[in-house]
């Protein structure tokens, strides 16, 4: 182990390792993102070793040929840790270790290690102790390998326990009071989210370190961190965004996604991901300038499958153009997503142009009305200002001419006697046409849209 000169913490040597199952990713650049992740968690990577295999190897998941390359680099490199870029079985760990006597890791772990580092608010320290718990409950025999029993004596007679049986008892309870505390943290964010639901909501989707922290500070002087490292972000965090052309929403920051995202940390951070999934838009925030940016926006896609959220509406934003070093590589991506939108959230290059396709992507759940109602009509003005977003106001003696946004689900709650509705066509606001039975039913009007 090494100690870090700038902040004094101690740095361990790790061989980086994993089996290519598939043919798609070569090998030179198979270990990238696993370097990055290392780097992340405080190792300092000094190796790698990398087999193409068809299946792993059931006992030690590298084939008998490499883990002996494996124990012969560790020892060369003096290295405390090998890291692999694969989910082991606790057995396949075991085994590694006793060959290449050394610490043993795989993805998840690695990835639950960051988490739990990164983690600054009680939700998330919760959600990442869980997750690690559910982990390490199948590994307890690696963590407890002398199997003894306990001591006989006053208070202990009996058929004694085995060490390892109390503490799983011990994991298990403590994984539950942890789902009970999350799932009462989660019933409380869904009433928060609950409570915003007549404001609009955008939320920032993407892999990690796609820039999506620095987006948000570009687009609401946010001032919230945003770092060059994976999962800089943990933590959910909204701010008011003044849309131009339309007014404010509330755009959300959430944790970013990555590829074999473990299942446990999904499941954990389920209330992290709420504003997603109450968003009224989703904004996937992909890196444009990264190698494997085609894989990322796979990734995210399945992840956001897996919370049940996929068929929201999503506009893809492909972000850092300016690392880009030649625009054909811009174009070619184009090509491939033409409905997404080239920013650089650095340079803030095609901001202006966002921000349209986020007001137009709204708007396809609003109609824009002009309402003529009586002035005594005093409900119905207080439904309009805060189910709505009232544009202008025009007084006529007894008579109000309301011009506002509306959500179409509430347009039957203003259809009443003595109020007409008239439709603004957006793409033109001096035409005008009255609304018939059958647009004024807020079901049909979902319907279509959807």
Not at 171 to 187: G, M, T, Y
Not at 262 to 271: N, Q
Request: with cysteine; hydrophobic share 40%; glycine share 6%.
């Amino acid at each position: 182990m090494e100690r870090n000169r700038t902040d004094g913490l101690i740095s361990e040597k790790a061989v980086l390792a994993g089996v290519m199952l598939s043919q798609k990713t070569s090998l030179d650049d198979a270990l990238d993102e696993l370097e990055g992740l290392a780097t992340t968690a405080g190792a300092s990577p000094v190796g790698q070793i990398m087999q193409r295999r068809q299946t792993p190897d059931k006992a030690t998941y590298l084939g008998k040929g490499k883990v002996e390359e494996l124990k012969r680099m560790v020892g060369e490199l003096d290295a405390d840790v090998v890291i692999f870029d694969n989910d082991l079985s606790p057995a396949q760990t075991r085994n590694l270790e006793t060959a290449t006597h050394a610490k043993v890791l795989d993805r998840s772990e690695l990835i639950l290690d960051i988490f739990a580092t990164r983690a600054r608010t009680y939700e998330a320290r919760l959600a990442v102790e869980l997750a690690q718990l559910q982990y390490s409950l199948p590994r307890l025999k690696r963590m407890w390998t002398h199997l003894s029993r306990l001591k006989m004596g006053i208070g202990m007679r009996g058929p004694g326990e085995k060490q390892l049986e109390v503490d799983r008892r011990l994991v298990e309870k403590r994984i539950h009071d942890l789902s009970q505390e999350l799932k009462a943290i989660q019933a409380r964010k869904e009433r928060q989210v609950a409570a915003r639901q007549d404001r609009m909501t955008v939320s920032l989707v993407g892999y990690t370190n796609a820039g999506k922290s620095t987006l948000m500070n570009a687009l609401t002087d946010a001032g919230v961190l945003a770092e060059d490292k994976l999962f800089a972000t943990l933590d959910t965090r909204t701010r008011r965004w003044q849309l131009p052309g339309w007014g404010p929403v509330l755009l959300s920051d959430t944790v970013g996604f990555i590829r074999d995202l473990p299942h446990h940390l999904i499941a954990s951070f389920k209330a992290t991901l709420e504003e997603s999934r109450q968003a009224n838009l989703l904004l996937h925030v992909a890196d444009a300038s990264s190698p494997s940016v085609h894989e990322q926006i796979a990734s995210v896609q399945n992840v956001l499958q897996e919370i049940g959220i996929q068929e929201k509406g999503t506009l893809l934003v492909l972000n850092k153009i300016d690392r880009l070093p030649n625009p054909i590589e811009l174009d070619l991506l184009l090509k491939r997503y033409p409905t997404a939108i080239p920013v650089s959230a650095r340079s803030c290059e095609g901001l202006t142009r966002l921000a349209g396709a986020v007001s137009q992507a709204l708007s396809r759940n609003f109609l824009n009305l002009e309402i003529e109602a009586p002035v005594s009509d005093g409900e119905l003005l207080a439904f309009l200002a805060s189910h709505g977003e009232v544009l202008s106001k025009h007084f006529d003696q007894n008579r109000v001419i309301i011009h506002c946004r509306l959500p179409q689900r509430y347009l039957g709650r203003v259809r009443r006697d003595g109020v007409a509705l008239r439709y603004r066509d957006p793409q033109s606001d001096d035409e005008l046409s009255v609304l018939s039975e059958e647009e004024a039913n807020p079901q049909n009007r979902i319907e279509d849209v959807a």
